[in-house]
C-alpha cells in the first residue's frame, strides 16, 4: 500500500487537428488523464462555432428524445472538421425530423380512417339486421334534414325530438341514432345528441345501396388502411433505428461532452494542442494508445505552467472509496503528505464500532449502508460501520440492548468499565505515535529530515519516556534526554530558549489532551450499555406485553438515532483532529481523470 500521493506530471499532445476530439475521447478513456486548458494558450473562434450548432442540434432534438436513434451509441471515428460534422448532423436531423413528421401525421389519418371503417361496417351490419330500406332512409330531399349518430351503448336523449322521425339501430358495440327532421331543428338535435357522447356520422358516396356489396367494399377499404398503416409503421421504425441518423446523434454527444471537458482545445493551425495532467509515468505509453488508434501524434512530459498546481491521485481502491469523505473534511494531502486512505477503513469502523457496540443495532446501520448504496454513495461507510459493531457487539455481549442472549467474548462493559476505558486510550497513543512517525517521514520527503531529528524527535522521545514512566520510574532517565536532546536541537537551530520552552509546554500539553481525548471511546461504550440497561429497565416495568415491545423498540431507535450521530461525531473528531493535525497539512489538490463519454460500447 502506498502511502504517499502520485503527483500528477503535465502532458501536452499535438494531434492532426480533424483528429481532436476522437484523440482526446481516447485520452480520457485511459482513466489516468486530467483535461486542463494551458493558460498560455486562449480559446479558438472555432469553439463557439463548434457550440452554435451543437446547441442548434440539441434544441432541435428535444421533441423527439425518445424516438431519435443514437441515444446511447458511441460515435463512431470522428474524421473531418468538427465543426463541420456538426454541421452535418444538424442538417441531417431536419431531414429526419420533416420525413418523421410526415409519416406520423400520415399514419394518424389511416387509423382515424381505420376506425371510422370499423364504425360504418357496425353500422351497415345493424341495419341489414333491422331491415332497414338503405337508399329510402338516406335519399335526399328538400324538405328534411337526416342526421345519423354512433352513441355508446349506454347513453341516449330521452324524451325524443318533437316532430321528428326518430329510428335507432342496435350495433355490436355502439347504437346508430337516424333522425329526420326539418331543417331549422338541425342544431338543435345535433346539440341535444353530442351533448349525450354520441358523435355525427355521415355515409360515403362510395358507399352501395346494396347490401351485398357494402360489405365487401368496406372490408376492401379496411384492408387497404391497414396494409398502409403498417407500411408507415415499418417506415416510421426505419427511421427511428436510421443508422446514420443514429451516428450522427452519437457524434453530437461526444461533440458536447468535448465542449464541457476540453473548451478552447480546437487549434485554427494544422495541429491541435492538447494539454493536462497525466498520472502514467511514460508519455510513450498515451502515444502508443493514440497511435493503435490510427492517430499520429507526439506526447511529451515539459514543465507545467509556473501558475499551475499539480494535483494528487490518491489511493482510490473500492475499499477505500467509502471513506474518502471524512478526508476531504480535513483536505487533500500534497505530493510531500502522507495519505492516510488506507488506514481509515480500518480506523473508522474500529471506532465506530467500539463506541457503539451492539449486535442489533449495528445490524441495522449496516443494512441501512447497503439500501443507500448506490442512492447515496457518501453513506457507504454505514457498512462497514455496522458490521464493526456487530462484532464489538459480540464481544460486549449486547444485542439490541439484552446483555443476557450472547455471552461476552470479552467482558461486560458496566461489570469491568475501567479495561474499557483503557484499552482505547492505548489505541490513541499509537495513533499519535502513527502520526508523529508520519510527521517524520514527510520531512524525510521535503529534504528536512534533519530539522525534523533535532527538534520533533525529541518531542516524540519524550512522550514515549513519559507513557513508559507509568510501568517503571526508570523511563523518566529517557525524559531527561529527551530533553536535553531537544533543547541542544533548539540551538543548533538558533532558536530563543524562551519560545523553545513555550513551544515544548504547548507540545506536552496538546499530547496529554489528545491522550485523554480517547477515554471517550470506552466512555461512549459505557454510556451505550447504561442507556439499553435503562431502556430494559423501563421495559421490565410495563404492565402489559405490548408496552414492553414498544418500549424495546422506541428504545432501540432512540439509541440507534441519537448514539449513531453521536458516535460518527465523536469518530470524526478523533480522526481529523487527534490523528491528522499531526501529519495532514492539506496542501494539495485532488486529480480528477476526465471522464469519457457513456454508452454501452464504453471501453
Same mark, same amino acid.
Given at each position: 500500500?502506498?502511502?504517499?500521493?502520485?503527483?500528477?506530471?503535465?502532458?501536452?499532445?499535438?494531434?492532426?487537428?480533424?483528429?481532436?476530439?476522437?484523440?482526446?475521447?481516447?485520452?480520457?478513456?485511459?482513466?489516468?488523464?486530467?483535461?486542463?486548458?494551458?493558460?498560455?494558450?486562449?480559446?479558438?473562434?472555432?469553439?463557439?462555432?463548434?457550440?452554435?450548432?451543437?446547441?442548434?442540434?440539441?434544441?432541435?432534438?428535444?421533441?423527439?428524445?425518445?424516438?431519435?436513434?443514437?441515444?446511447?451509441?458511441?460515435?463512431?471515428?470522428?474524421?473531418?472538421?468538427?465543426?463541420?460534422?456538426?454541421?452535418?448532423?444538424?442538417?441531417?436531423?431536419?431531414?429526419?425530423?420533416?420525413?418523421?413528421?410526415?409519416?406520423?401525421?400520415?399514419?394518424?389519418?389511416?387509423?382515424?380512417?381505420?376506425?371510422?371503417?370499423?364504425?360504418?361496417?357496425?353500422?351497415?351490419?345493424?341495419?341489414?339486421?333491422?331491415?332497414?330500406?338503405?337508399?329510402?332512409?338516406?335519399?335526399?330531399?328538400?324538405?328534411?334534414?337526416?342526421?345519423?349518430?354512433?352513441?355508446?351503448?349506454?347513453?341516449?336523449?330521452?324524451?325524443?325530438?318533437?316532430?321528428?322521425?326518430?329510428?335507432?339501430?342496435?350495433?355490436?358495440?355502439?347504437?346508430?341514432?337516424?333522425?329526420?327532421?326539418?331543417?331549422?331543428?338541425?342544431?338543435?338535435?345535433?346539440?341535444?345528441?353530442?351533448?349525450?357522447?354520441?358523435?355525427?356520422?355521415?355515409?360515403?358516396?362510395?358507399?352501395?345501396?346494396?347490401?351485398?356489396?357494402?360489405?365487401?367494399?368496406?372490408?376492401?377499404?379496411?384492408?387497404?388502411?391497414?396494409?398502409?398503416?403498417?407500411?408507415?409503421?415499418?417506415?416510421?421504425?426505419?427511421?427511428?433505428?436510421?443508422?446514420?441518423?443514429?451516428?450522427?446523434?452519437?457524434?453530437?454527444?461526444?461533440?458536447?461532452?468535448?465542449?464541457?471537458?476540453?473548451?478552447?482545445?480546437?487549434?485554427?493551425?494544422?495541429?491541435?494542442?492538447?494539454?493536462?495532467?497525466?498520472?502514467?509515468?511514460?508519455?510513450?505509453?498515451?502515444?502508443?494508445?493514440?497511435?493503435?488508434?490510427?492517430?499520429?501524434?507526439?506526447?511529451?512530459?515539459?514543465?507545467?505552467?509556473?501558475?499551475?498546481?499539480?494535483?494528487?491521485?490518491?489511493?482510490?481502491?473500492?475499499?477505500?472509496?467509502?471513506?474518502?469523505?471524512? *478526508?476531504?473534511?480535513?483536505?487533500? =494531502?500534497?505530493?510531500?503528505?502522507?495519505? /492516510?486512505?488506507? @488506514?481509515?477503513? !480500518? $480506523? %473508522?469502523? +474500529?471506532?465506530?464500532?467500539?463506541?457503539?457496540?451492539?449486535?442489533?443495532?449495528?445490524?441495522?446501520?449496516?443494512?441501512?449502508?447497503?439500501?443507500?448504496?448506490?442512492?447515496?454513495?457518501?453513506?457507504?461507510?454505514?457498512?462497514?460501520?455496522?458490521?464493526?459493531?456487530?462484532?464489538?457487539?459480540?464481544?460486549?455481549?449486547?444485542?439490541?440492548?439484552?446483555?443476557?442472549?450472547?455471552?461476552?467474548?470479552? *467482558?461486560?462493559?458496566?461489570?469491568? =468499565?475501567?479495561?474499557?476505558?483503557?484499552? /482505547?486510550?492505548? @489505541?490513541?497513543? !499509537? $495513533? %499519535?505515535? +502513527?502520526?508523529?512517525?508520519?510527521?517524520?517521514?514527510?520531512?524525510?520527503?521535503?529534504?528536512?529530515?534533519?530539522?525534523?531529528?533535532?527538534?520533533?524527535?525529541?518531542?516524540?522521545?519524550?512522550?514515549?519516556?513519559?507513557?513508559?514512566?507509568?510501568?517503571?520510574?526508570?523511563?523518566?532517565?529517557?525524559?531527561?534526554?529527551?530533553?536535553?536532546?531537544?533543547?541542544?536541537?533548539?540551538?543548533?537551530?538558533?532558536?530563543?530558549?524562551?519560545?523553545?520552552?513555550?513551544?515544548?509546554?504547548?507540545?506536552?500539553?496538546? @499530547?496529554?489532551?489528545?491522550?485523554?481525548?480517547?477515554?471517550?471511546?470506552?466512555?461512549?461504550?459505557?454510556?451505550?450499555?447504561?442507556?439499553?440497561?435503562?431502556?430494559?429497565?423501563?421495559?421490565?416495568?410495563?404492565?402489559?406485553?405490548?408496552?414492553?415491545?414498544?418500549?424495546?423498540?422506541?428504545?432501540?431507535?432512540?439509541?440507534?438515532?441519537?448514539?449513531?450521530?453521536?458516535?460518527?461525531?465523536?469518530?470524526?473528531?478523533?480522526?481529523?483532529?487527534?490523528?491528522?493535525?499531526?501529519?495532514?497539512?492539506?496542501?494539495?489538490?485532488?486529480?480528477?481523470?476526465?471522464?469519457?463519454?457513456?454508452?454501452?460500447?464504453?471501453?
Amino acid at each position: 500500500m502506498h502511502i504517499r500521493p502520485t503527483e500528477a506530471r503535465w502532458f501536452e499532445a499535438f494531434t492532426p487537428r480533424d483528429d481532436t476530439v476522437r484523440a482526446i475521447e481516447l485520452l480520457a478513456r485511459t482513466g489516468g488523464v486530467q483535461l486542463e486548458v494551458d493558460p498560455r494558450f486562449v480559446e479558438s473562434a472555432d469553439t463557439e462555432k463548434l457550440r452554435h450548432f451543437v446547441q442548434r442540434f440539441q434544441t432541435l432534438a428535444a421533441p423527439y428524445a425518445s424516438r431519435l436513434p443514437g441515444t446511447g451509441q458511441r460515435a463512431g471515428t470522428l474524421v473531418g472538421d468538427p465543426v463541420h460534422l456538426a454541421n452535418l448532423a444538424v442538417h441531417r436531423l431536419r431531414v429526419w425530423q420533416a420525413r418523421h413528421d410526415y409519416l406520423s401525421e400520415r399514419l394518424e389519418q389511416v387509423r382515424a380512417e381505420l376506425d371510422e371503417l370499423d364504425l360504418l361496417a357496425e353500422c351497415v351490419a345493424g341495419m341489414a339486421v333491422a331491415g332497414l330500406d338503405f337508399e329510402g332512409i338516406f335519399r335526399r330531399t328538400p324538405l328534411l334534414c337526416k342526421c345519423l349518430f354512433a352513441c355508446p351503448r349506454d347513453s341516449l336523449p330521452e324524451g325524443g325530438f318533437p316532430g321528428a322521425v326518430e329510428t335507432l339501430v342496435q350495433g355490436a358495440r355502439h347504437r346508430f341514432l337516424y333522425v329526420a327532421a326539418t331543417p331549422d331543428q338541425k342544431e338543435i338535435i345535433q346539440a341535444m345528441v353530442v351533448g349525450h357522447g354520441c358523435l355525427p356520422f355521415g355515409l360515403p358516396q362510395w358507399l352501395s345501396s346494396d347490401q351485398g356489396l357494402q360489405q365487401s367494399r368496406i372490408r376492401e377499404r379496411r384492408q387497404q388502411a391497414r396494409a398502409d398503416a403498417a407500411s408507415l409503421e415499418t417506415q416510421l421504425h426505419q427511421l427511428e433505428s436510421d443508422v446514420e441518423m443514429g451516428q450522427a446523434h452519437a457524434n453530437i454527444q461526444t461533440l458536447a461532452w468535448f465542449l464541457e471537458h476540453a473548451p478552447g482545445l480546437l487549434a485554427g493551425h494544422a495541429l491541435c494542442h492538447i494539454t493536462g495532467w497525466c498520472t502514467g509515468p511514460d508519455p510513450a505509453q498515451l502515444e502508443q494508445r493514440l497511435s493503435d488508434a490510427g492517430i499520429r501524434a507526439t506526447v511529451r512530459f515539459p514543465l507545467p505552467p509556473v501558475e499551475a498546481r499539480p494535483p494528487v491521485d490518491l489511493l482510490s481502491r473500492w475499499w477505500t472509496l467509502p471513506f474518502r469523505p471524512f *478526508l476531504q473534511l480535513w483536505g487533500v =494531502p500534497g505530493r510531500a503528505e502522507v495519505d /492516510p486512505s488506507g @488506514l481509515l477503513p !480500518l $480506523l %473508522i469502523p +474500529l471506532l465506530f464500532g467500539y463506541m457503539f457496540p451492539d449486535v442489533g443495532h449495528g445490524l441495522v446501520i449496516a443494512l441501512i449502508g447497503l439500501a443507500l448504496h448506490k442512492r447515496a454513495p457518501q453513506l457507504r461507510f454505514l457498512l462497514p460501520c455496522g458490521v464493526s459493531a456487530m462484532a464489538f457487539g459480540l464481544v460486549f455481549g449486547e444485542v439490541f440492548g439484552f446483555s443476557h442472549l450472547v455471552a461476552p467474548l470479552w *467482558l461486560h462493559p458496566l461489570q469491568h =468499565p475501567l479495561p474499557v476505558i483503557l484499552v /482505547p486510550m492505548a @489505541l490513541g497513543v !499509537l $495513533l %499519535i505515535l +502513527l502520526g508523529m512517525l508520519f510527521a517524520g517521514i514527510e520531512a524525510h520527503w521535503r529534504g528536512e529530515l534533519k530539522t525534523w531529528l533535532q527538534v520533533d524527535a525529541a518531542v516524540l522521545l519524550l512522550y514515549l519516556s513519559l507513557l513508559g514512566a507509568w510501568f517503571s520510574p526508570l523511563a523518566l532517565v529517557l525524559s531527561g534526554l529527551a530533553l536535553i536532546h531537544y533543547f541542544a536541537g533548539n540551538l543548533v537551530q538558533s532558536r530563543p530558549m524562551a519560545e523553545a520552552s513555550g513551544q515544548l509546554l504547548l507540545s506536552v500539553f496538546e @499530547l496529554a489532551m489528545n491522550t485523554l481525548s480517547f477515554v471517550r471511546v470506552g466512555a461512549f461504550a459505557l454510556a451505550h450499555a447504561a442507556l439499553s440497561q435503562a431502556i430494559m429497565t423501563l421495559a421490565e416495568g410495563a404492565p402489559w406485553v405490548w408496552l414492553w415491545v414498544l418500549v424495546i423498540v422506541l428504545g432501540s431507535l432512540f439509541s440507534i438515532v441519537l448514539e449513531g450521530l453521536l458516535v460518527y461525531v465523536q469518530t470524526t473528531r478523533l480522526v481529523l483532529f487527534e490523528f491528522f493535525t499531526r501529519f495532514l497539512h492539506a496542501e494539495g489538490r485532488l486529480f480528477n481523470s476526465t471522464r469519457p463519454p457513456s454508452g454501452p460500447n464504453q471501453a
